[in-house]
């Protein structure tokens, strides 16, 4: 199977930008669907973007316009950059890798990372 970490979420002041990583091992990401999601306090667990094994991306309607997702297959790594962050985006961010075509239910994802926060101050 493949193993996600995510890493580069922190502190950050409205407005900001940061940009976060899913490193995979064990498979390459350009097997998968790729997927980011977020969890906030009190809250389920939403869909915020992906990008197919061809390479389709799709945004939550929240963060269209502002997060792009990407993919380095030399580096077997899946980033999310975000930009123009508001107090909204403050969550615990997880990727995750689905097996077939891409999708946005997190259900349809078989396996995730253990999440980066991801805290913005207004």
């Known amino acids: 199977q493949v193993q996600l970490v995510e890493s580069g979420g922190g502190p950050v002041q409205a407005g900001g930008s940061l940009r976060l990583s899913c490193a995979a091992s064990?498979?390459?990401?350009?097997?998968?669907?790729m997927g980011w999601f977020r969890q906030a306090p009190g809250k389920e667990r939403e869909f915020v973007a992906r990008?197919?094994?061809?390479?389709?991306?799709y945004y939550a309607d929240s963060v269209k316009g502002r997060f792009t997702i990407s993919r380095d297959n030399v580096k077997n790594t899946v980033y999310l950059q975000m930009n123009s962050l508001n107090a909204e985006d403050t969550a615990v961010y997880y990727c995750?890798?689905?097996?077939?075509?891409?999708?946005?239910?997190?259900?349809?994802?078989?396996?995730w990372g253990q999440g980066t926060q991801v805290t913005v101050s207004s």
């Open positions: 995750a890798a689905s097996e077939v075509f891409a999708l946005i239910a997190s259900t349809s994802y078989a396996y």
């Open positions: 064990g498979r390459t990401v350009s097997s998968y669907t």
């Open positions: 990008i197919s094994r061809s390479g389709i991306t």
